[in-house]
């Protein structure tokens, strides 16, 4: 039987390691892109031709050439922020409504979702996640506990079906102790809004669409949300997003046998970043945290958020490696080292215990990086268009990183610009 390839692009470490970029990069390989989990805490940023585009919930394969993007079920949908992130790129001069496509069993996040996500928030205390505040949480835990509310339900009885779950949730609020109803009728009226737009795109069984094209002979890449260390199963749990980021996550997210995957790319930093609360072990508080948080303008871009920033991280890079099955590495923002005199990765953690390991610990809590240490490469690399061009310092920090981790880097990143990217 002829069946095309599946591809997967997905984040090694936190999250915002250059998803949208590098999507945008590799879409003309492709005939189709789609987004197998997460929802609008995501914020994926694109930069071509001196515009620069931050997605949410819309794939970031929507830019090249008129491909297929396709909203998988595993994603769960915000219509009010979906309306307003497709309506802006339409009014720049991208139109969506007949390439973007819709799982019918993708999960809405109701107006009620975002109050949920903030009165778990208050209730965890000082042991709060940090969340994005955009209903993630509330929505899967709806979906496992089978009270959820799909793209599909729009077509038929929606109103009662609405009404019925926003009760169920308000009487979790009054169990949370949640009072703060302000903006919920503003909020919900545009959420209607955003219901009624939704309608003018199409709404489809993606998997029958995704395996149709398959068996066409096409090829699909999936975009990963979020990153491997945000995996609900493998991530810094309980600080972790409420989906699997990881490889799997798009067999599930999409409706694709596992036999089906040919490569999956991971994607890091050449340093690591983290937002919201949980162990980071390279984290650094000291002024060349605050240099690397400036130099690669470490906020994030769905929140505004600093970005907590530290070195490389080969223990959880290796652990990255090993539960996602990567064939191929990229790395990002190198060039944001471009001025550094020496240059940090960790390759062993010292356990409170005082054992040293290698392996990622069961609790991230307390451990202590060993770190190896690097000569910085002092040259300004962004506007290289070739790897011939990279100085021998840095290809000696790449040639460690593949040796550690086992895994050839295939692309290097050296600037925000679609441009700014080295195919090895
Ligand atoms: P994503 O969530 O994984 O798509 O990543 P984000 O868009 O949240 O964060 C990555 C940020 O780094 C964005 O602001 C990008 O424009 C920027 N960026 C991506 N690649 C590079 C790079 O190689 N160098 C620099 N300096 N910036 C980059
Ligand atoms: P992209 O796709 C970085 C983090 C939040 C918080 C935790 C749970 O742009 O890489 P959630 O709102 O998902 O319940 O928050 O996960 N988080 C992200 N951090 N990049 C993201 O997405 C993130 N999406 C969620 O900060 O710590
Ligand atoms: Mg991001």
């Known amino acids: 039987m002829k069946t095309g390839k599946v591809d997967i692009l997905l984040g090694l470490q936190w999250g915002d390691e250059g998803k949208g970029k590098i999507v945008d990069v590799l879409t003309p390989r492709y005939d189709v892109v789609a987004r197998f989990q997460g929802g609008p805490n995501a914020g994926h940023t694109l930069e071509f031709e001196s515009q620069k585009y931050v997605l949410r919930s819309i794939p970031s394969g929507i830019f090249q050439g008129g491909k297929i993007n396709i909203i998988g079920n ?50 965890k205390g000082k042991n709060l996640v940090g969340t994005t505040g955009k209903g993630i949480g509330p929505t899967y835990t709806d979906k496992t506990s089978r009270n959820g509310l799909r793209v599909g339900d729009i077509l038929n009885d929606f109103d009662e079906k609405y009404r019925l779950h926003k009760e169920r949730h308000l009487r979790m609020l009054a169990a949370l102790g949640w009072t703060d109803f302000t903006g919920l009728d503003e909020m919900e009226k545009t959420w209607m809004e955003g219901i ?100 690669g303008h470490e906020y994030g871009a769905v929140t505004g958020r600093e970005r907590r920033c530290g070195w490389m991280d080969l223990v959880q890079l290796r652990y990255s490696v090993m539960v996602n099955g990567v064939t191929e590495l990229i790395m990002m923002k ?17 356990l409170p215990n005082g054992e040293k390991t290698e392996e990622l610990p069961f609790d991230l809590n307390g451990v202590k990086p060993i770190y190896k240490e690097f000569k910085g490469w002092k040259i300004d690399m962004t506007k290289f268009k070739s790897e011939e061009q990279f100085p021998t310092e840095f290809k000696e920090y790449m040639k460690f990183l593949e040796d550690f981790l086992e895994t050839r880097i295939g692309i290097v990143s050296i600037g925000p610009d679609r441009e700014q990217t080295i195919v090895r």
Do not use: W
């Open 74 to 123: 595993g994603v769960v949908l915000a219509p009010d922020l979906f309306m307003n992130e497709a309506k802006e790129l339409e009014r720049s001069g991208h139109p969506l409504k007949t390439r973007l496509h819709i799982s019918k069993k993708a999960h809405l996040i109701m107006p009620t979702h975002r109050l949920l996500d903030k009165a778990n928030e208050m209730a």
């Open 196 to 295: 009624e737009y939704m309608k003018k795109f199409m709404f489809v069984d993606s998997e029958h669409e995704i395996n149709h094209i398959l068996r066409d002979g096409k090829t699909l890449l999936c975009e990963g949300a979020q990153g491997t260390m945000l995996d609900v199963d493998f991530g810094s749990y309980p600080f972790v997003t409420s989906s699997n980021t990881i490889a799997a996550g798009a067999c599930v997210g999409l409706g694709i046998g596992p036999s089906k995957i040919g490569n999956v790319y991971g994607i890091m930093k050449a340093y690591c970043t983290r937002v919201g609360s949980g162990p980071f072990p390279t984290e650094l508080f000291d002024e060349t945290g605050a240099r690397i948080r400036d130099l």
């Open 334 to 350: 190198s060039d944001v080292l471009d001025g550094f005199d020496t240059i940090k990765a960790c390759v062993g953690y010292v």
